[in-house]
Protein backbone atom coordinates (compact mmCIF):
# COMPACT_ATOMS: atom_id res chain seq x y z
CA UNK A 1 0.00 0.00 0.00
CA UNK A 2 1.38 3.14 -1.11
CA UNK A 3 -0.10 6.61 0.84
CA UNK A 4 0.67 10.33 -0.50
CA UNK A 5 0.25 13.21 1.18
CA UNK A 6 -2.26 15.49 -0.59
CA UNK A 7 -0.78 18.57 0.60
CA UNK A 8 2.39 17.75 -1.63
CA UNK A 9 0.10 18.27 -4.84
CA UNK A 10 0.83 21.83 -4.59
CA UNK A 11 4.35 21.93 -3.49
CA UNK A 12 7.40 22.31 -6.30
CA UNK A 13 10.44 20.81 -5.80
CA UNK A 14 13.30 20.07 -8.31
CA UNK A 15 14.05 16.85 -9.34
CA UNK A 16 16.13 14.58 -11.32
CA UNK A 17 15.05 13.83 -14.66
CA UNK A 18 16.01 10.26 -14.52
CA UNK A 19 13.07 9.41 -12.55
CA UNK A 20 10.71 9.92 -15.71
CA UNK A 21 12.44 6.89 -17.22
CA UNK A 22 9.59 3.93 -17.39
CA UNK A 23 12.28 2.01 -15.76
CA UNK A 24 12.91 4.11 -12.88
CA UNK A 25 12.89 2.57 -9.47
CA UNK A 26 13.35 3.33 -5.53
CA UNK A 27 14.94 1.21 -3.61
CA UNK A 28 12.08 0.28 -0.70
CA UNK A 29 13.33 0.79 2.93
CA UNK A 30 16.35 2.52 1.75
CA UNK A 31 16.67 6.42 3.01
CA UNK A 32 18.03 8.72 1.23
CA UNK A 33 20.40 11.57 2.84
CA UNK A 34 19.06 15.18 1.42
CA UNK A 35 22.31 16.69 3.62
CA UNK A 36 25.25 15.43 5.04
CA UNK A 37 26.21 17.44 8.22
CA UNK A 38 27.89 16.42 11.30
CA UNK A 39 26.42 18.22 14.66
CA UNK A 40 22.54 16.78 14.65
CA UNK A 41 20.32 14.71 12.79
CA UNK A 42 16.95 15.13 11.48
CA UNK A 43 14.96 12.53 10.30
CA UNK A 44 11.70 13.12 8.43
CA UNK A 45 9.77 12.08 5.24
CA UNK A 46 7.03 13.20 2.99
CA UNK A 47 6.07 16.90 3.13
CA UNK A 48 8.00 17.46 6.21
CA UNK A 49 11.56 17.31 4.66
CA UNK A 50 11.11 20.17 2.96
CA UNK A 51 9.93 21.81 6.11
CA UNK A 52 13.50 19.87 7.71
CA UNK A 53 15.33 20.93 4.89
CA UNK A 54 14.84 24.88 5.44
CA UNK A 55 15.24 24.46 9.26
CA UNK A 56 18.73 22.95 8.46
CA UNK A 57 19.58 25.88 6.24
CA UNK A 58 18.42 28.41 9.05
CA UNK A 59 20.08 26.50 11.58
CA UNK A 60 23.27 26.86 9.36
CA UNK A 61 23.25 30.46 8.77
CA UNK A 62 22.03 31.67 11.89
CA UNK A 63 23.63 29.17 14.73
CA UNK A 64 26.44 27.76 12.61
CA UNK A 65 24.92 24.45 13.30
CA UNK A 66 25.68 21.18 10.40
CA UNK A 67 22.21 19.24 10.64
CA UNK A 68 21.93 16.11 8.46
CA UNK A 69 18.51 15.66 6.88
CA UNK A 70 17.24 11.91 6.65
CA UNK A 71 14.29 11.47 3.89
CA UNK A 72 12.82 8.27 5.41
CA UNK A 73 11.02 7.55 1.86
CA UNK A 74 9.11 4.84 3.41
CA UNK A 75 7.85 3.96 6.44
CA UNK A 76 7.35 0.29 6.48
CA UNK A 77 10.21 -1.37 6.05
CA UNK A 78 11.94 1.77 8.11
CA UNK A 79 15.78 1.80 6.95
CA UNK A 80 16.76 1.76 11.18
CA UNK A 81 20.79 0.87 9.65
CA UNK A 82 20.67 4.83 8.10
CA UNK A 83 19.19 6.58 11.36
CA UNK A 84 21.52 4.96 14.07
CA UNK A 85 24.57 5.01 11.38
CA UNK A 86 23.75 8.79 11.45
CA UNK A 87 23.38 9.10 15.01
CA UNK A 88 26.38 6.99 15.60
CA UNK A 89 28.08 9.96 13.82
CA UNK A 90 25.59 13.35 14.94
CA UNK A 91 24.89 11.87 19.17
CA UNK A 92 22.08 14.27 18.65
CA UNK A 93 18.45 13.35 16.86
CA UNK A 94 14.99 15.35 16.18
CA UNK A 95 12.24 13.70 14.22
CA UNK A 96 9.58 15.62 12.17
CA UNK A 97 6.69 14.58 11.36
CA UNK A 98 3.16 16.13 10.53
CA UNK A 99 0.87 13.73 12.61
CA UNK A 100 -0.21 13.46 15.82
CA UNK A 101 2.28 12.76 18.53
CA UNK A 102 1.05 9.39 19.92
CA UNK A 103 1.77 6.55 17.91
CA UNK A 104 4.10 8.42 15.44
CA UNK A 105 6.92 7.39 13.22
CA UNK A 106 8.76 9.48 15.58
CA UNK A 107 7.52 7.35 18.87
CA UNK A 108 9.04 4.29 16.67
CA UNK A 109 12.38 6.59 16.06
CA UNK A 110 12.43 6.69 19.71
CA UNK A 111 12.52 3.44 20.17
CA UNK A 112 14.39 2.78 17.50
CA UNK A 113 17.20 5.05 19.57
CA UNK A 114 16.71 3.03 23.32
CA UNK A 115 16.99 -0.36 20.69
CA UNK A 116 20.18 0.28 19.04
CA UNK A 117 21.50 3.79 19.64
CA UNK A 118 21.15 4.84 23.47
CA UNK A 119 25.11 4.96 23.67
CA UNK A 120 25.96 7.33 21.13
CA UNK A 121 23.02 9.88 21.99
CA UNK A 122 23.94 12.97 23.75
CA UNK A 123 20.77 13.98 24.90
CA UNK A 124 16.85 12.23 24.49
CA UNK A 125 15.57 12.44 21.11
CA UNK A 126 13.67 15.28 19.89
CA UNK A 127 9.73 14.57 18.51
CA UNK A 128 8.48 17.75 16.25
CA UNK A 129 4.88 16.58 15.67
CA UNK A 130 1.41 17.98 14.16
CA UNK A 131 -0.74 19.53 16.77
CA UNK A 132 -2.59 16.84 18.83
CA UNK A 133 -6.29 18.00 17.16
CA UNK A 134 -8.30 17.54 13.79
CA UNK A 135 -6.65 19.29 11.13
CA UNK A 136 -8.09 22.77 10.44
CA UNK A 137 -9.44 23.81 6.90
CA UNK A 138 -8.67 27.36 7.52
CA UNK A 139 -4.53 27.73 5.89
CA UNK A 140 -3.57 29.85 9.33
CA UNK A 141 -4.77 27.51 11.09
CA UNK A 142 -3.10 24.71 9.24
CA UNK A 143 0.23 26.42 9.45
CA UNK A 144 -0.06 26.45 13.00
CA UNK A 145 -1.37 22.88 13.42
CA UNK A 146 1.50 21.14 11.35
CA UNK A 147 5.29 21.58 11.89
CA UNK A 148 7.15 24.70 10.65
CA UNK A 149 10.71 25.15 9.85
CA UNK A 150 10.91 27.38 13.72
CA UNK A 151 9.79 24.35 15.17
CA UNK A 152 12.47 22.21 14.08
CA UNK A 153 14.89 25.11 14.92
CA UNK A 154 14.07 25.20 18.37
CA UNK A 155 13.78 21.57 18.48
CA UNK A 156 17.80 20.80 17.30
CA UNK A 157 18.24 24.32 19.69
CA UNK A 158 16.85 22.24 22.37
CA UNK A 159 18.85 18.76 22.04
CA UNK A 160 22.27 20.86 21.30
CA UNK A 161 21.50 22.44 24.77
CA UNK A 162 21.80 26.11 22.77
CA UNK A 163 19.81 29.18 23.21
CA UNK A 164 17.37 30.69 20.49
Known sequence: VFLESELMYSVPFEFDKSIMDPEFTLPIGKAKIERPGKDVTIV????????????????????????????????????????????????????????WPQSGIGSEISALMMEEAFDYLDSPHERITGADVPMPYSLPLEKAAIPQPHNVVNGVLKVLNKKK
Open 44 to 99: SYSKMVGVSLEAAKLLADQHKIDAEVINLRTIRPMDRKSIVDSVKKTNHIVSVEDG
